[in-house]
């Protein structure tokens, strides 16, 4: 009974702020002088607006749906939907990304969602978007090509123990095993840590998180996804704050492990201020790190190893780049960054893949000052959702959308700011190359050794919250003698 008066409580509470916030979200009048139009868009269902719709499509494996739906309903450049309970503006072409990656903090600044604050909270004295950026500075030297190159060697011996150790049966499914091999390589180069146990204590509450902090009624009640990812979120960074004060013991008393890793990197840097990186600021950072590798890349993976059973032409040609590669290598001999040059065309092949179902749609912006867009007002205080399908499969940057081509990135390549899976401008997502690297090595073991087919031929790649099969795509393996 108690669940109950609480919740037509938050009901009501909830169906009046909706009200409030929405009632002059069209006005064209403001202080009696006229304005200019705001973006158009539909009001949506009290309390969830769009949400629920923006859902349904990626969980239909049709996330480009919504946005192509409403580009086309009001043939503009931009339109505004109630999502998130905010007024929220989507820019559907590649000069809206421009603009908007060229005005950060000018006109938009960094903006999450509170249930996602909740589950990665920034650093007790900042924001979530200025600890972004000031961590991103921190990161920066350490995630440059030049500096992860002699980290390559290592992925490759990782994945080779990765491969032998768990794709030995007839039959395996990728998703699973393609987290726990980009978890184990992230606790490798960011932790230094290759112990088993060590790995699944920090395994276990990760894997609850993403499932939680993307919801369109999120209630931080026991039993729900989100409660149970704000408890993991808590967990693990208290695993990680154990394991970073170790680690200054360990320096203190001369045991640092002699491989350099991203742990000992930041335990030694400073803000520009000088300041000190404390242990909870540290313990945040590598917990956002390792977060990523498990669901982005490992997502990404699963697709790309979808695609290649789905377009045998397509794998043969990555096979002979590959294998081409590998006759070039002494034997036991570790890839290194010349070979990872030479994989043109399956990094074409990963990038086709992340045009069509990009691992994460997209982020958000909060606008901190009007301004004016193609003839509308984008006023202080919306929210703007940059999402990556806006451009990626129109037509108008990508003929013929639905074709899997990856010679689209050949020569000067797409349209600047059409095909954006990793963001752009300031904010651009610093591990890029690092992402890069991982999927190459990945791609290049994978396909010298196996040959594999779908379990399910017609299995969709579903977004919730990120791109990956939804039935965690089991294939049958045939390996090469």
């Known amino acids: ?148 190159q002699k980290y390559i060697g290592v992925m490759d011996s990782e994945t080779q123990k990765h491969l032998k150790t768990y794709w030995d049966a007839k039959e395996v499914t990728v998703y699973p095993l393609a987290k726990k091999y980009t978890f184990a390589v992230g606790c490798k180069l960011f932790l230094n840590i290759d112990n088993p146990e060590t790995i699944a204590m920090l395994e276990e509450p990760i894997r609850h998180i993403s499932s939680g902090f993307v919801s369109s009624f999120p209630v931080n009640i026991p039993g729900t996804k989100y409660h149970k990812a704000i408890q993991a979120a808590k967990k693990i960074r208290t695993d990680i704050k154990h394991l970073v004060a170790q680690r200054r013991r360990d320096i203190l008393e001369g045991r640092a492990p002699k491989s350099p890793d991203i742990l000992s990197h930041l335990l030694m840097e400073t803000y520009e201020n000088g300041e000190l990186i404390n242990d909870s600021d540290i313990a945040n950072k590598i917990y956002g790190l390792l977060h990523g590798a498990y669901d982005n890349v490992s997502a990404l993976l699963s697709s790309i190893i979808a695609y290649l059973a789905e377009l045998p032409e397509v794998y043969d040609r990555v096979r002979s780049e590959q294998i081409e590669i590998a006759k070039s290598k002494a034997p036991g001999e570790l890839l290194n960054w010349t070979d990872l040059q030479r994989m043109k065309y399956s990094w074409n092949v990963a990038c086709e893949v992340m045009r069509l179902v990009p691992p994460t749609q997209g982020t958000f912006r909060e606008v901190i000052t009007d301004f004016v867009y193609d003839g509308f007002l984008v006023p202080k205080g919306f929210k703007i959702h940059w999402n990556a399908f806006a451009t990626h499969k129109n037509p108008k940057y990508f003929p013929n959308p639905e074709k899997f081509d990856p010679s689209r990135f050949e020569g000067e390549g797409p349209v600047p700011f059409s095909y954006v899976p990793f963001g752009g401008g300031p904010r651009m997502c610093p591990g890029k190359e690092y992402a890069r690297l991982k999927i190459l090595v990945f791609m290049h073991n994978m396909v010298k050794a196996f040959k594999w087919e779908k379990v399910f031929p017609d299995e969709k790649i579903t977004t919730d919250p990120v791109s990956a099969p939804s039935k965690g795509l089991p294939v049958r393996l045939h390996p090469y003698k």
């Open 1 to 148: 009974m108690e669940l109950i008066i609480v919740s037509i409580v938050l009901l009501a509470t909830l169906y009046f702020l909706y009200s409030v916030l929405n009632s002059g979200s069209s006005s064209s009048t403001k202080n009696g002088k006229q304005q200019l139009p705001l973006p158009p868009g539909a009001k949506g269902w009290p309390l969830v607006g769009e949400t629920l719709a923006y859902l349904q499509g990626s969980k239909k494996g049709v996330p480009e749906k919504f946005i192509a739906e409403r580009r086309d309903k009001f043939s503009t450049t931009i339109f505004k939907s109630p999502l998130l309970n905010e007024n929220m503006v989507f820019f559907c072409t590649a000069e809206g990304n421009k603009f908007l990656f060229a005005n950060e903090n000018k006109l938009v600044k960094s903006w999450w969602p509170k249930t996602f604050e909740k589950i990665f909270a920034p650093s007790e004295k900042t924001t979530q978007g200025e600890e972004t950026m000031r961590m991103r500075k921190v990161l920066s030297p350490f995630l440059k090509p030049d500096s992860l």
